[in-house]
């Protein structure tokens, strides 16, 4: 009788130990190491069968034909473009959100429209269930085969009994192997599961998707190396009160991780979203102050967005900040340097800021709008409605040049704007038509020309 053997592992780096200790060595971080079961003597018995008929050898790389393998393209186009034009044989992805937020939906959905064979797996849900959620949803359906299975080897029984082009896991936190002891959803489950599908995957090409549950702090739940082990990390994002998601690659192995891919949600599923800016400049017909458009580029693809603020006097001693969507220590940084640059106490002031539609913006590039935003509430004065900002600002109150300029001018004249606040060091742009250009070097000088404070 062989003991199965266990270890004390970090649940943030994976690192193992003897004993139990407070502190991981390796990552510093307290309180992570917990003991758990290694993988028995079953796994022992596979890694040697494994080793005895692996039979890879090494091939030229110039001879190696890729068009004997395209990549799939699904009916789902935001989704093949986000990474990066189809997915890739034997390739692994994982789709990371919140609850709710609608990634069963999306996989769903594209295994019903599947030109080839799909085996949706859920762990979750029934396929009764299932089947509700696809009649909601429509589609072609006639490639799509649900499995409402968590025992992996079971799962890979009826994977080679199948065969399909795609396979589908609803949820990698719900499945167990039986090679390791552990409950579901447990780091060591996770783990063992996504390397054995892995290895399925990379031994008979088929992709297979994998959707992850991501914790309270928005990290995808499990070990840190689950998200080494795939090609491809996806992240499905959106607020529950607006129709609007976003999927963006976080990872990937097989295309840029720039872009992004935006759907809004209906009764009867996601649908694709052309025109985005429009979705995320809010319909107020009336001229009031606060109000700011700057453009952003994510990947290729430029977005009008809006930006509020509200600037009041603090009623008690600290001021509030208070920011949806705009990172809240730019946004003091910013503050800080018109206070210093132009000389505004907005120490005595609050300031609330809004991205509106629920988006998260990381780029500088709208630093400008952000601060023309909260100057407009704060001097009760509005901006031009056919303007649009598009530049970053230095510590010194410097207007910076940001990238891609020419994607965001175009894309604010598309939209029916007819002037574009940029920095001088932008280089000049040629074949602009029909918007008027504003370059400047100094924040003073912008608030000048449209405020003359
Ligand atoms: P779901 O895909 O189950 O989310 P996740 O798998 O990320 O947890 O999405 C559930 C939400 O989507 C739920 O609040 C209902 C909504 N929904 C629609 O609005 N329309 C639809 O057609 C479907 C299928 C779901
Ligand atoms: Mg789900």
Redesign the pocket.
Known sequence: MSRSKTAYVCQECSTQYVRWQGQCNSCKQWETIVQEELETKAKKAWDRNEHATKSSKPIKIDQIDLRKRPRIITQNKEFDRVIGGGLVPGSMVLIG????????????QISLDAEEVVLYISG?ESVEQIKL?AD??GGNKKNCYVLAETKLESIFEHINRLSPGLVVV??IQTLVSARVDSIASSITQIRTCTSELLEFSKKTLIPVVL?GHITKEGQLAGPKVLEHMVDTVLL?EGD?NY?HRLLRTQKNRFGPTSEIGIYQ??????TEVENPSRLLISQKDSHSSGYAIGVTVEGIRPLLIEVQALVSTAVYGTPQRSSTGFNSKRLNMLLAILEKRVGFSLGTKDVFINITGGIKVEEPAIDLAVVMAVLSSYYDLTIPQSTCFGAEIGLSGEIRAVPKIEIRIKEAQKRGYKEFVMSKHNESVEEIHDIKLYQSERIEKVIQHFFRP
């Open positions: 959100g919140e609850p709710g937020i609608g990634k069963s939906t999306l996989l769903l979750e959620r909601r949803i609803d949820s959707i499905f529950q129709s949600m209906h009764s009867n599923g996601l």
